[in-house]
């Protein structure tokens, strides 16, 4: 008799509980198989240690192959579902297609960034939903720093040094309060002009800071905030983001280079693709976690709408501590509807209590309905993080020992450039990179990115000011490497279509916030040899870095490139025309893939170009 085959899409939080349970219950009995983008389980809670300095990246991530024994894992992102065949198409992370058989399902995709229809948020805010994201962040941060403390103009300076964090949840409060921290850790090392530290920004259109949580934990966070020096403002919103700051929504602009969005989650856009009953981007589920009327198939963690039995017509919320139990409830009813288990059980929770990092001593806690601030609630707080962890205890408590007695490393490490984590992806654990597979995707599977936008434009959540904007369901963020055929700036109006040849070449398209639509590149233009441009019509060369791009005014010029090299024979050495394009170099775009401009706001030193967002 052939063993059963169980596939489980994602690795998150239920994702992985879910596979290491039917393991361990299983033994070997059936077939057991993970779809994932990352060969990682990521411990999300300790994101905000890692994008602080505090932790190496690779401590808050869990080896799958490694800790997950008789499973097997398939490295891809999930494009359709055939329900009736039972089958899973995929696209792996070289763009190869592929299927998967099942006999059991159990959909644990997961959440993506929560995008709302403010203008320009989509182009110049990034989110912090996965390592990449934490990555750049502290690298941008460290950047914003080191180019303030060597800038002469004081509203440059304060601009740098000016981030602001939108949603004051658990992930916005505690990127606050260690962001806080390890600015004014490196100013010591870079002072600022006299009297300026940096400033971050926390901001909320909700009354209080964490507004989900207890109100007594809720003030001791505000409290530790303020006396640390974050600029609190509950009830005010972004209205708009621009190149050079933010207005809000209570009509202050503030210049900043920064602007980090952590206004919440949606669903993993996945689901949507089933045309099965949903409750708010969730798929509905009874309380044994599969989907009524479809007995192969089981839902958990973020995608799933568990009814909450404790609390009768309402349903559990989007938590790391209920995708974990949800883990395991969902392995235990897989075996049991496979005669492999007991019997079923249907999810039921007990609330343990919550824990915030407020980065040094101090935290929020209520464990067991007990309220804890100071010290006590730090000790609780990390001893909670290292018991729930499956793996890296030993490390994660090393560098915490380690950070206690020794000052952090500031560095850069340009591992994750700004284009490379736009805020509108379906994949925010995956960092994006030049000439890499693009999504494949039906009209009806995953939106993919920037789809997001047009699904969380119907919320109606307050401080959402300005119209809301969509773009086809397969355009990338803007400027990169396989861009789209529109692209649409806040105030642009409606973006010009590009031409086929343009849009096959990949070739971006320019225009200026408020100059209407984007201008098309001719043939002839880029035959000339003429410097592409950036999404804001400048040029390619003003990269991330500051480095010139090859091919480019005023750069050296790129070897075996179409209008590199100077052609033999021709006057002043003009570059021959009409060449035939040679391959690229290994680890270089294509030629006719112009290399990704400044996304957002580039990271060049002078005073005219301003940072990076």
Not at 244 to 255: A, H, I, K, R, S
Not at 289 to 309: T, Y
């Amino acid at each position: 008799m052939s063993r059963p085959r169980i596939l489980i899409v994602g690795a998150g939080f239920a994702g992985y509980r879910t596979a290491r349970t039917l393991s361990r219950i299983t033994r070997g009995r059936a077939h057991i198989t993970v779809l994932n983008p990352t060969d990682y389980f990521l411990y999300l809670p300790l994101l905000p240690q890692v994008a602080a300095g505090i932790l190496e990246p690779r401590r808050v991530t869990v080896s799958l192959s490694d800790s997950l024994p008789d499973v097997r894992l398939v490295l891809g992102e999930a494009d359709r579902i055939d329900l009736d065949d039972r089958t899973l198409h995929y696209t792996g992370p070289e763009g190869e297609g592929g299927t998967l058989a099942y006999d059991r399902l159990v959909l644990a995709a997961g959440s993506v960034n929560k995008l709302l229809p403010v203008p320009g948020v989509a182009e110049h805010a990034h989110g912090f939903r996965g390592l990449p994201e934490a990555l750049y962040l502290r690298d941008h941060v460290t950047r914003q720093v080191e180019l303030a403390a060597s800038s002469d103009d004081p509203g440059t300076c304060a601009a740098r040094c000016t981030f602001v964090v939108v949603g004051a949840g658990y992930t916005g409060t505690e990127v606050a309060a260690h962001g806080q921290m390890f600015t004014d850790a490196q100013v010591r090392k870079h002072p600022l002009r006299r009297g300026m530290r940096p400033r971050w920004m926390l901001l909320d259109v909700a009354p209080r800071v964490l507004p989900e949580m207890d109100e007594k934990l809720s003030t001791t966070a505000d409290r530790v905030l303020r006396q640390r020096g974050v600029d609190v403002r509950m009830g005010t919103s972004v209205k708009e983001a621009t190149h050079d700051g933010v207005l809000l929504t209570d009509g202050e602009f503030v210049e900043t280079r920064t602007l980090v969005w952590c206004v919440g989650v949606r669903p993993d856009p996945l689901v949507e693709s089933l045309g099965l009953p949903m409750e708010k981007g969730r798929l509905l589920v009874d309380p044994h976690l599969r989907v009524p009327g479809r007995p192969e198939l089981f839902a958990c963690g973020d995608v799933a709408a568990v009814p909450d039995l404790e609390n009768p017509g309402s349903y559990t919320p989007m938590t790391a501590q209920h995708a974990w139990r949800h883990g395991k409830v969902a392995a235990q009813n897989v075996a049991a509807s496979l005669g492999l288990g007991g019997a079923r059980t249907p999810y039921r929770h007990r609330d343990l209590g919550f824990v915030v990092d407020l980065g040094g001593a101090k935290a929020a806690a209520n464990p067991l309905g007990v309220t804890l601030s100071g010290v006590p609630a730090g000790a609780v707080t990390r001893g909670y993080h290292l018991a729930a962890m499956p793996g890296n205890r030993v490390r994660v408590a090393a560098d915490w020992l380690l950070d206690a007695v020794l000052p952090r490393q500031a560095v850069q490490l340009g591992l994750v450039r700004s284009w490379s984590v736009p805020l509108d992806t379906s994949s925010p654990e995956v960092a994006r990179v030049p000439g890499g597979p693009g999504r494949r995707q039906d009209a009806g599977a995953r939106s993919g990115p920037g789809a997001a936008l047009a699904a969380d434009t119907g919320d109606g959540a307050a401080g959402a000011a300005g119209p809301g904007r969509s773009r086809p369901h397969d355009e990338p963020a803007k400027g990169q490497p396989g861009s789209g055929p529109t692209q649409v700036r806040p105030g642009s109006g409606a973006a010009e279509a590009r031409s086929e040849p343009e849009t096959a070449k990949g070739r971006p398209t320019t225009g200026r916030p408020g100059s209407g639509p984007a201008a098309v590149r001719s043939e002839a233009e880029t035959a000339k040899g003429r410097p592409a441009t950036g999404p804001r019509g400048e040029p390619v060369g003003n990269q991330a870095g500051g480095e010139p791009a090859k091919n480019q005014p005023g750069g050296e010029p790129a070897k075996n490139q179409p209008g590199g090299e100077p052609a033999k024979n021709q006057p002043g050495g003009e570059p021959a025309k009409r060449q035939p394009a040679p391959e690229a170099p290994p680890g270089r775009p294509p030629p006719d893939h112009p290399a990704p401009g400044p996304v957002k706001r580039t990271d060049v030193p002078d005073d005219s170009s301003k940072g990076d967002s």
